[in-house]
């Protein structure tokens, strides 16, 4: 009850948990940074080569442990063939194991049953018929690493697509036009970031305004400043973090008035 103000970063399930505490207690407000599936676009005029290593980084950052991760990566059909292929062999070059070594880029998963989670899904994912291009299992046979992962033909009701795995697992959607991939990018309770790779400044306007998610990178990912706020849509969250806009978050606003034609006390 003596705790004014809550800010929790952490699981959707978790938030409500808090928010559900916090309303029980003394009604505190509460900032929630949460969960999130968020799209990563490749537009068809897209620097392939260049998109195929951004949505790689957006996805496997951190062993895909990151709550703003490029795990729906949607590509226009013309350049999808190639965008597979070729992000299928970047994964493949992902150096897997001890993060400490140089030249390590992927280490364990946090704990064992994030690593049993990670696999359920990778295992959904194969019986729900989406194509395994690489990975889909145990690197080596100690700790708790997870080759990098990567699905084709990825369909918006597979739960490897609605979910939040939070492992290194990238899913690639196809889509055909602007209209299409901005209903579906939006087609998912949350709504942290996305990311939009192309060249044309109109597509990359539209597409930002249209995003429902609190942050849209442009031709880039996790590109953070503390000036910048940071926080979702829907339920990925309520406030923001960093910039001015989180402050708003600590303050109260008090209205004082005074009359100020012969005041009682002069």
Not at 23 to 38: D, F, I, M
Not at 181 to 197: H, K, M, Q
Not at 201 to 223: E, K, M, Y
Not at 236 to 254: F, T
């Amino acid at each position: 009850m003596d705790v004014d103000k809550l800010s929790f970063t952490g699981s959707t399930d978790t938030g409500k948990i808090v928010l559900e505490l916090a309303a029980k207690s003394n009604l505190k407000p509460v900032t929630l940074e949460l969960g999130g599936k968020s799209p990563f676009i490749v537009c068809e005029d897209a620097d392939i080569d260049q998109a195929v290593e951004l949505a790689h980084f957006a996805l496997f950052f951190n062993q895909g442990q990151c709550c703003c991760a490029g795990s729906r990566t949607f590509v226009h059909e013309r350049v999808y063939d190639e965008f597979i292929e070729k992000s299928k062999a970047r994964a493949m070059r992902r150096v897997v194991g001890d993060n400490f070594k140089a030249g390590v880029e992927q280490g364990p998963q946090i704990d064992k049953e994030q690593f049993e989670k990670i696999l359920r899904y990778i295992r959904s994912g194969i019986e729900s018929n989406a194509t395994l291009e690489c990975g889909g299992e145990r690197f080596g046979s100690r700790g708790y690493f997870i080759k990098p992962t990567v699905f084709s033909n990825v369909q918006d009701d597979m739960l490897i697509a609605k979910d939040e795995i939070f492992g290194p697992v990238q899913s690639i959607l196809k889509f055909k036009d602007l209209d299409e991939v901005i209903r579906r990018a939006n087609s998912t309770r949350y709504g942290l970031a996305a990311g939009v790779f192309t060249k044309n400044i109109d597509t990359a306007n539209t597409l930002s305004r249209a995003l429902r998610v609190g942050t849209v990178w442009v031709n880039c990912f996790d590109v953070f400043d503390a000036a910048i706020p940071f926080g979702g849509y829907k339920m990925s969250g309520i406030g923001r973090e960093k910039g001015i806009y989180s402050l708003e978050n600590y303050l109260q606003v008090k209205a004082v008035v005074t009359p100020l034609k012969n005041p009682a006390w002069l």
